[in-house]
């Protein structure tokens, strides 16, 4: 069993920055790839950035190219998503996720195996 916790999320202007948080515990780390998905309301969960664990590797959304960065402290067991530069469309409930042996290029959430509760980003214009 694997547990995915968010934080980092809030209120915050067009234009401005954030970094989410998420902890994990349960298992080791080494083999699963670490995924950031968002959610708006009324819209299907989308792929925004993966990262291999162990090997640093990272695959972004186009959408989010230049501006979000997706990081990990392995010593923590901790994924980042610092968000900068951020759009009234970036407004969602932000997931995190882990996925079993998956390629970073994955972005389908089906394929990811263990979510987090998700932390609310706010994006005023």
């Known amino acids: 069993q694997v547990q995915l916790v968010e934080s980092g999320g809030g209120l915050v202007q067009a234009g401005g920055s954030l970094r989410l948080s998420c902890a994990a515990s349960?298992?080791?780390?080494?083999?699963?790839?670490m995924g950031w998905f968002r959610q708006a309301p009324g819209k299907e969960r989308e792929f925004v950035a993966a990262?291999?664990?162990?090997?640093?590797?990272?695959y972004y959304a186009d959408f989010v190219k230049g501006r979000f960065t997706i990081s990990r402290d392995n010593a923590k067991n901790t994924v980042y998503l610092q968000m900068n530069s951020l759009k009234p469309e970036d407004t969602a409930v932000y997931h995190c996720a882990a996925n079993l042996f998956g390629a970073i290029t994955t972005t389908t959430p089906d394929r990811y195996n263990y979510w987090g509760q998700g932390t609310q980003v706010t994006v005023s214009s």
């Open positions: 990262i291999i664990w162990s090997g640093g590797s990272t």
């Open positions: 349960g298992r080791t780390f080494s083999s699963y790839t």
